[in-house]
């Protein structure tokens, strides 16, 4: 099968890390044999403009054609207006500025499906890049927070458009309802699939020794106790309930130290958080933030964490506590839904009611004084992410109902019939309720 992916986000020279999951999932598809080439439109960086801002920098370095582990990556560029491009740029007026590009790559490729992932990205132009090639579309719901009323309505248009649509959580899927304003028990189940793109198999190290190199890199001790937070540093990844707890933590027991890794000043709040920790007396030696890096320094870093804490606000299904867990690295998070949907009541993980930054504080202490339920805790939410949540169980599934919706499409019956039947039925009620 031959697919045309539309990732938001997919890594390059600015950013390398951007949208590595996306990365790695069409990795797994390539890797079943599949024939997948990537377009991931950028914003036009005019002359000298790298020059005012280190975000308009890192969109500067965007290579506009590469193969990138084995998979040819398309960034052709659009028009976006700072500040208020959001929602519009990435809709109509990409969508206008890539197609003659999807054209060309379809007249060579005979491309038999679009993928999408993210609907607030490209998601929401990769519906009318399948109408207008004429094959099947389909979208990955990796979350949904629609800031705008603007937002709102394209994304459900996109819902209502896509002949497929996987969810990354129940949560996406219930939010996604809500946009459509349908009862989640009347949306299509041969539609609107539950799925996680899940994670890579734990990689295979000596832990013992890449945990004392590691620990002496970062100067913790054997005695001390590793609090590690993988991501990004803003407000919306739970970064200053971290701080407050740690500040919490800290001052009861002179044992726990916390890393946070995933720092880019020119796109993210560190300067603001190292100013934070500056300010607040006995901080700045408990917490330190380091710069994003490849997946296998995450993994070297995982094997030195005796706690991952994952304070996020909101999540999509966050992959990189999926990692520490399926390491055996016990976690603590905040009661979002994705995080309550991953926990099911098993006890693999510590849910903390969100955003109590005094009782996540509470949690990091009891598990620092505990060596014997870190243990416990992790093994079980180990167990839990490798039977649920590992990508090439997972990308082999929705590789299947992949295949049933090009099927239909080249039958040119019965699935798409139904298929804009339930399109019809959700716009139907969209109007009804308004």
């Known amino acids: ?17 951007c949208g590595i999951f996306n990365e790695r999932s069409l990795g797994v598809l390539s890797n079943l044999n ?31 054609y590469e193969i990138k582990n084995g998979i040819p990556v398309h960034r052709p560029t659009y028009l976006q207006l700072p500040r208020i491009g959001g929602a519009f740029c ?15 790559m379809h007249r060579r490729k005979k491309f038999d499906a679009i993928l999408s992932f993210d609907l607030t990205g490209t998601g929401m132009m990769a519906w009318r890049m399948g109408r207008y090639l004429g094959i099947p579309s389909v979208g990955w719901v990796t979350g949904l927070n629609p800031t705008c009323s603007s937002y709102q309505k394209r994304i459900t248009h ?41 994670i890579p198999n734990p990689p295979s ?12 890199e970062l100067g913790i001790t054997d005695d001390q106790v590793l609090i590690l937070n993988i991501g990004r540093v803003c407000q919306d990844k739970g970064i200053y309930e971290l701080v407050d707890a740690m500040s919490l933590a800290g001052a009861r027991n002179s044992k726990i130290r916390c890393v ?64 520490a867990m399926a390491m055996g690295i016990p ?15 098993r006890g693999g993980l510590l849910v903390v009611p969100r955003f109590n930054a005094t009782l996540f504080s509470e949690a990091i202490l009891n598990l620092a004084s505990s060596p014997q339920q870190r243990s416990s805790i992790g093994e079980i939410g180990k167990t839990e992410v490798i039977n649920r949540f590992m990508t090439n169980k997972n990308m082999a599934k929705a590789l299947e109902y992949l295949r049933q919706v090009v099927s239909s499409a080249r039958r040119g019956g019965e699935g798409i019939t ?17």
């Open 205 to 216: 190290l000596t832990r013992t020794e890449v945990r004392k190199r590691i620990r002496e």
């Open 90 to 104: 990435s809709d109509q007026v990409a969508f206008y500025c890539c197609r003659w590009m999807s054209k060309k």
């Open 418 to 434: 139904q298929s804009q039947q339930s399109m019809a039925n959700g716009r139907l009620q969209l109007k009804t309720k308004k």
């Open 331 to 345: 976690a603590i998070a905040f009661d979002i839904p994705p995080i309550v949907e991953i926990e099911s009541g």
């Open 158 to 198: 996109a819902l209502c458009n896509f002949d497929m649509v996987f969810y990354q959580s129940q949560e996406c899927f219930e939010e996604a309802a809500s946009l459509l304003r349908i009862p989640p028990n009347q949306l299509a189940k041969d539609r609107h699939i539950v799925l996680a793109r899940g």
């Open 34 to 64: 599949q024939s997948i080439e990537v377009l991931a439109p950028q914003p036009y960086v005019p002359p000298f403009f790298s020059l005012l801002s280190p975000r308009w920098k890192a969109y500067s370095t965007g290579v506009g």
């Open 1 to 17: 099968m031959n697919i045309l992916a539309l990732p938001s986000q997919y890594p390059y020279p600015g950013y390398p890390f």
């Open 260 to 323: 946070v890794v995933g720092s880019l000043p020119a796109l993210d709040e560190t300067m603001a958080v190292e100013k934070n920790l500056t300010n607040s007396q006995g901080l700045r030696p408990l917490v330190k933030i380091l710069p994003a890096c490849e997946p296998e320094k995450v993994s070297e870093y995982l094997c030195a964490a005796d706690v991952f804490a994952f304070p996020s606000h909101h999540d999509g299904m966050p992959n990189a506590l999926l990692e």
